[in-house]
């Protein structure tokens, strides 16, 4: 299992990569390379969420 840190580092980095590809669809008019890159920061964004709930328990231990 990831640890909260683990998460949040790669909910970043999907982020990241889903505002290249928004992008990158932007710019070559491609709709479905746009919302695919829109769907993966949606994705970064819950895994970023669920390394702060793990590090929220975790310091309340």
């Keep these: 299992m990831a640890s909260g840190k683990e998460d949040k ?3 970043a980095a999907n982020q990241a ?8 669809g932007k710019a070559t008019g ?3 390379t746009e919302a695919k890159g829109k ?3 949606a ?4 895994q970023k969420g669920k390394g ?3 590090e929220s328990h975790k ?3």
Excluded: V
């Design 43 to 46: 994705k970064g964004g819950m």
């Design 39 to 41: 769907a993966q920061q």
């Design 17 to 24: 990569a889903g505002k290249l590809k928004e992008a990158a």
């Design 59 to 61: 310091k309340q231990r």
């Design 52 to 54: 702060d709930a793990k």
């Design 9 to 11: 580092a790669k909910g």
């Design 30 to 32: 491609s709709g479905k």
